[in-house]
């Protein structure tokens, strides 16, 4: 008897965790007939089926796949358009690939592998918002850290800020706003520029970077996709010591939001229906143990 109970009630909180599961960090949009969405979670595990961006309502990237990408396959190189696990059959340009977990490449300007087909004419439908630059630096009270130790995030507005979370909590990095992306240096408060030389590593196929200014790969303009961390310049000092580093690189990969699972659609109604259906059977169970006692005594 106990045993049928803990079973129903194990089926209840499933379901009811399946309607109202934790938010995710933001919401794709990929088809305006029906508003279809999927989301994109900080600390996902992804996977799931692939999805198309249906021909319907003249989406720049209609007929492309995304999703699928699971959270094992979140690191790139220090290539620029490394880190796919699937669609990148050309290593010399990353124009016309799907988008495994959900989100678009970074752009650097100036075409560079292909990339102007993501530039900023379409941040207004870009997954997470417009491409920001977001500071990350310590104080000497938890890290050995030097004076220009200071990394920084060059990803979606919504990204960004999800990580920066993280890593003010698990890195106690010193909480500061981001600034707008600009490769080309042609804004007024562009003082973070972050130059395409300056990524120490590329997550989540290319759409997520972390920079240091004090680095500069002579590699990241003239290699492929495929290219592994050998075919870059070597990381300076402050970086392979740095436990600072070691935490922001952890955090990033553990939490970058990526495209979930579909959710099991579980309507309201038939959770109620369950629920009571469940209480009935057990009722009817603990009135047939009693009439059979009831005989015994």
């Known amino acids: 008897m106990s045993t049928m109970i803990i079973f129903l009630f194990s089926l209840f909180t499933t379901l009811v965790n399946a309607k109202f599961s934790t938010p995710p960090t933001f919401q794709l949009v990929y088809t305006l007939n029906q508003f279809d969405v999927r989301n994109i979670s900080s600390w996902s595990g992804g996977d799931g089926p692939r999805t198309m961006i249906p021909n319907d309502t003249a989406h720049p990237f209609q007929g492309r796949e995304f999703g699928g990408g699971k959270r094992s396959e979140i690191r790139g190189t220090r290539a620029f358009g490394s880190g796919y696990p699937y669609g990148a059959s050309d290593p010399n340009t990353i124009a016309g690939r799907p ?24 941040d207004g439908i870009r997954p997470g918002g417009q491409v ?13 850290v030097s004076a220009d130790e200071t990394y920084y995030l ?10 920066m979370t993280s890593l003010v909590a698990g890195c106690h990095a010193i909480s500061v706003w981001p600034i707008v992306y600009d490769p080309k240096g042609n804004l007024t408060n562009s003082t ?22 004090g680095y500069n790969n002579t590699f990241a303009l ?6 592994g961390y050998d075919q870059s310049s070597p990381l300076p000092e ?30 309201t109604g038939m959770i109620v229906g369950i629920v009571i259906g469940s209480l009935a059977f057990i009722s009817l169970i603990w009135f047939c143990f009693g009439c059979k006692d009831s005989r015994y005594n």
């Open 99 to 122: 988008f495994p977990f959900g989100t678009w490449p970074l752009w650097w300007g100036n075409n560079v592998k292909g990339s102007d087909e993501y530039g900023p004419e379409f």
């Open 132 to 144: 920001v630059v977001h500071p990350v630096s310590s104080t000497l009270e938890f890290f050995n």
């Open 154 to 163: 060059v990803a979606d507005r919504e990204s960004s800020f999800a990580m």
């Open 192 to 213: 973070e520029m972050i130059k395409i030389e300056n990524v120490v590593q590329y997550y989540r196929a290319s759409s997520f970077a972390l920079a240091y200014k």
């Open 222 to 227: 003239n290699t492929t996709t495929d290219a």
């Open 238 to 267: 402050v970086i392979l010591y740095s436990d600072f580093y070691k935490c922001i690189d952890r955090v990033l990969a553990d939490g970058i939001p990526i495209v979930d699972r579909p959710k099991l659609k579980t309507k």
